[in-house]
């Protein structure tokens, strides 16, 4: 039996030392040279708004990331991810206080997660999903053999053709034409039998909302970890998310701790009105009671992968209610009569994979923290300079369409407001597939540590000072332009 990863194989890996003591080196032995933020608690430990990218089973280098920021001190005010980025969001809310490190105890639940559990649908699909995704060579294997059988086809009524037309003259043929005539028959079942398994499981896909898998597992895994946080309903999520220590202000800041906040954000696309929805903020969208839904909903809603997993919907809004009809009208000025009462989620990183945009506060002049960023980037460097735009595929052709949709955003974002990639830290993860969810340990690992080296090369390069300076300089030019008389 395979001897199963415990914590101490991912954080006591050199190269995860290793980054320690690149920090240590340079910020000394209890990182007191390591400035990231002015708002502080009494233990010392610095804040920071954090947001995680989505990125299916990328999301363990999320893990090695946020693993060296606690180690090196830093906790977290507010939250924001997308997909897999929600996952691990969810987790570092709901686990202890504010105060608290979470990476170990996430390191816990990843070391005991069977990721092939999550993959719930048909036994065949499951065996396809796994077959395309862990074998290289199987699409095309798939593709050289739908040739074959349309080849042999082809071959097989042509010579049913020429052995009919020729069995007059040679009599001795006529076998060698019923042979044919048996050989193509086969073939012809053989794809008559396989459209017919197609349609078939086209119709479970669309009875099941264009999903191969239910997500019924992950649902109940995210719900279990958030209960045994004590997070039951959305006021205890909220709860968690809002609760901060004691905190302080070095110094050198002029402004005040009194309009700090913590909060959660995860992010879902609604196909019904065609919005981006952020939870728990809008869950009164669809319950006058929000502790009617779980939290472990919103997380759900978010990594609903489109045909990967099926849609997560809500039934039954009361769209009759009053404070419902409010919630609509304030959060995306829709009219009672225009509410549907089921809506129906794919994954947020349709529209926002990376939402840094809510951490943005127009009115803040003088940042008291910084917004950091994790970006989980597995383009192939050799294949992005648009060199080999010509030769595309029609399956990359769609993924970069794809792409260009659910990037735009919050690259629009970060164009128009430079300041905020400066708090973005960048893990390179080419050559790893997002959706295999059926990774090997070595694997986990690997990615655990990409995470842990990236973290360490973004705080050794980060400058507070810096960022504070360029973003009240952006703030303040922001402010001049809207005034009225320009």
């Keep these: 039996m395979a001897k199963k990863l415990k914590p101490e194989d991912y954080y006591n890996h050199p190269d995860v030392t290793g980054s320690l003591k690149k920090l240590q080196d340079k910020f000394g032995e209890d990182y007191k040279g390591l400035l990231v933020s002015d708002t502080l608690d009494a233990d010392g430990h610095q804040y920071v708004n954090l947001v995680q990218k989505g990125g299916g089973v990328l999301g363990i280098a999320l893990v090695g990331y946020t693993y060296i920021l606690e180690m090196a001190g830093i906790r977290f005010l507010r939250l924001a991810g997308t ?46 999903i796994k077959s395309f995704i862990a074998n290289k060579s199987f699409k095309k294997r798939i593709s050289i053999s739908i040739v074959v059988i349309f080849g042999f086809l082809i071959l097989f009524s042509i010579l049913d053709i020429l052995l009919l037309g020729l069995a007059n003259k040679y009599p001795s043929l006529t076998i ?25 499981l086209f119709g479970r896909l669309k009875a099941c909302g264009y999903g191969i898998n239910p997500g019924i597992a992950f649902y109940e895994w995210i719900k279990e970890k958030m209960e045994a946080n004590d997070v039951h309903n959305v006021t205890d999520l909220n709860r968690k998310a809002e609760a901060l220590p004691a905190l302080s202000l070095r110094p050198t800041n002029s402004g005040t701790i009194a309009s700090l906040k913590g909060d959660v954000t995860f992010i879902t696309s609604e196909l019904v009105t065609e919005n981006k929805i952020e939870l728990p903020l809008m869950c009164d969208l669809f319950r006058a009671d929000i502790n009617e839904i779980h939290p472990a909903a919103f997380v759900r809603s978010s990594m ?13 809004i009361p769209t009759d209610n009053k404070d419902v009809q409010a919630a609509w009208d304030k959060h995306l000025k829709i009219k009672p009569e225009s509410i ?50 010509p030769q595309w595929d029609l399956g990359s052709y769609i993924w970069r369409l794809f792409n260009t949709v659910r990037y735009y955003y919050d690259k629009d974002f970060l164009d128009k407001n430079a300041v905020f990639q400066k708090g973005v830290g960048s893990i390179q993860l080419f050559g790893t597939n ?36 360029e973003r009240m300089a952006m703030q303040t030019e922001l402010n001049r332009k809207m005034k009225p008389e320009n």
Excluded at 109 to 127: E, Q
Excluded at 176 to 200: C, M, R
Excluded at 304 to 316: A, D, L, T
Excluded at 353 to 373: D, M, Q, S, T, W
């Design 83 to 128: 997909s897999a980025g929600a996952i691990n969001t969810a987790l570092m809310c709901v686990i202890g206080d504010k105060k608290t490190m979470k990476s170990n105890t996430i390191l816990e639940y990843l070391c005991t997660m069977d990721f092939f559990s999550f993959v719930d649908g048909h036994p065949f699909a499951r065996l396809l």
């Design 176 to 200: 060698w034409g019923v042979w044919s005539f048996v050989l193509t028959g086969l073939d012809i079942l053989l794809i008559l039998v396989a459209v017919l398994y197609g349609t078939y």
């Design 304 to 316: 609903s992968i489109p045909v990967f997993f099926e849609s997560y919907i809500i039934n039954k």
């Design 340 to 389: 549907p009462e089921t809506v129906r989620f794919v994954d947020g990183g349709m529209l926002s994979n990376f939402p840094i945009n809510i951490f943005y506060n127009p009115k803040v002049i003088e940042p008291r923290l910084p917004a950091f960023g994790i970006d989980l980037d597995d383009t192939d460097p050799k294949k992005n300079d648009g060199n080999d735009a």
């Design 434 to 469: 997002w959706l295999n969810f059926f990774l090997k340990d070595e694997e986990k690992l690997a990615m655990f540590r990409k995470g842990a080296l990236a973290a360490a090369s973004f705080l050794c390069d980060f400058d507070w000072l810096q960022y504070q300076k």
